[in-house]
């Protein structure tokens, strides 16, 4: 019979032989599995510093452009009757603005019917007519071709308004109710005097009750519809010049505003636009923000702590020489201002790397802003003596440009950490074979342990057998 387990024929525990054997085989795998870790921790951190890098180019870039220092701000002295917003384009400028009338939309408003009436009888059929246009001068002159809607008999004031409102003619309808009674309202999608309409009904009497072709006599049948309010334009007095507009809302009257009439004013509303010198600040926070993060994982990650845990990077020298760069950098200098360091306007590096900004002195320099501005976005064709902005938007873009330092070394921790998965993968295979090679071996021991036992049994046997016969 064959031996199914090892150790049977020679005696020997060979399952612990064999597992003592290939572990020894194992042990380079110990080393391998601990220089993964680390640089699977270094590869971790390069993608925050490549995060981090680029979030402060985007914020140097912020004060690298003309564009960042633009940024206008506008107020009313009166919200309740004008907001205002500036853009970019606008310049710093102060006005007075006199709101004498608002513009609105023209409403028209049917007679009362009972809830849910018909307005005819199953075999009607007819049209409403819904033209755009203007009554400024007394009469309806179109500007568009009419819109028909086709009504039934059997429509009631809730059907007619779906039907009307579903035709997108420029108006839009709806059912108002009261004590048991419903009315039509009518009212144009736009305000302004040249977004009036007419409504001319054709095909039964019930229908009549839906048209508005005159302002004087607006019925068209003692039942039509009456007028509740014409369409007007807005129109305001800017330093005392009077402009109109269809709409409540004046975009570019002044270039870069944009004035939200609320009411009619009983006294002028002063608008004052001027430099958003808080955007700067903001942006100038940013900058030190992002500067501060970055400086702080670098210092981190190459800290070194004697007889505890460093760093992951701590002693490698590409991470050592970006955080020698970067501080090097923000304690340079550059022409083209007053100014020529970062702490001469607030930015000031603490012992730790990072940027403080001292506000007190940033609002300082926010009384000649052409001149902050100097320090941050001229361009001298130097990264020497570049303004700030430039400089560290520079320097971020140079990192993780496809070949800068921060994509090179995370190439390099890839394919170290490939490199070191293929040394395990060469360890693992070659326990393996070892082990294949421990267990042919004692197998073939066992059995021939085993052939030798059952010969020396035989042997004995036989001698015994002897011993007797003599």
């Avoid at 048209?211 to 607006?218: D, E, K, R, Y």
């Avoid at 085993?450 to 002897?466: F, H, I, P, R």
């Amino acid at each position: 019979m064959a031996i199914s387990s090892p150790g049977v024929g020679s005696g020997l525990d060979v399952n612990s032989i064999v597992t003592q054997l290939v572990a020894i085989e194992k042990q380079p795998l110990q080393p391998l599995q601990s220089k993964a870790s680390t640089l699977q921790a270094q590869l971790s951190l390069y993608g925050t510093i490549k995060s981090q890098v680029s979030a402060l180019g985007d914020a140097a870039d912020a004060l690298a452009q003309a564009s960042g220092w633009t940024a206008q701000t506008a107020t009313s002295s009166n919200t309740a009757a004008v907001t205002v917003t500036a853009s970019a384009s606008a310049t710093a400028s102060a006005f007075s603005l006199s709101v004498t009338q608002m513009a609105r939309a023209q409403t028209t408003a049917s007679m009362n019917v009972a809830v849910d009436a018909a307005l005819g009888v199953p075999a009607d059929t007819g049209t409403l007519a819904i033209d755009l246009g203007s009554w400024a001068t007394g009469s309806f002159v179109a500007s568009a071709s009419p819109v028909s809607v086709s009504i039934n008999g059997t429509d009631t004031l809730s059907t007619a308004a779906v039907k009307i409102n579903a035709a997108n003619a420029g108006v839009t309808a709806t059912v108002l109710r009261s004590a048991g009674q419903e009315r039509l309202v009518f009212q144009s999608s736009s305000t302004g005097a040249a977004a009036g309409f007419r409504i001319a009904a054709a095909g039964f009497a019930g229908l009549d009750s839906l048209s508005l072709t005159g302002l004087s006599n607006p019925a068209q049948s003692a039942s039509g519809m009456v007028l509740g309010q014409s369409g007007l334009n807005a129109s305001v007095s800017l330093n005392g010049v009077v402009i109109d507009a269809a709409t409540n809302t004046l975009s570019n009257v002044v270039p870069g505003l944009t004035l939200q009439l609320q009411q009619v004013t009983t006294a002028p509303v002063q608008i004052m636009v001027a430099q958003d010198q808080s955007a700067i600040q903001k942006n100038i926070q940013t900058l030190a923000d992002a500067y501060s993060a970055l400086s702080k994982t670098l210092a981190n990650a190459t800290r070194y702590v004697p007889g505890g845990a460093s760093g992951p990077l701590q002693g490698d020298s590409t991470t050592v020489g970006l955080q020698n760069l970067m501080r090097s950098i923000a304690g340079s200098s550059s022409t083209g201002s007053t100014y020529s360091r970062l702490s001469e306007v607030g930015l000031e590096q603490q012992s730790d790397g990072s940027l403080k900004l001292n506000t007190a002195k940033l609002t300082t320099a926010l009384s000649n802003v052409s001149n902050l501005k100097n320090l941050f976005a001229t361009d001298n064709a130097s990264s020497a003596t570049n303004g700030f902005g430039l400089k560290l938007r520079d320097f971020a873009r140079g990192l993780v440009k496809y070949d800068g330092t921060v994509v090179t070394k995370s190439t390099a921790l890839q394919g170290a950490i490939s490199r070191n998965g293929a040394e395990q993968d060469r360890v693992t295979q070659r326990a393996t074979r070892v082990e294949s090679q421990l267990r042919k071996q004692y197998s073939d021991l066992d059995a021939t342990m085993a052939k030798m036992n059952a010969l020396g049994s035989y042997v004995t046997a036989q001698l015994a057998q002897w011993n007797k016969a003599g």
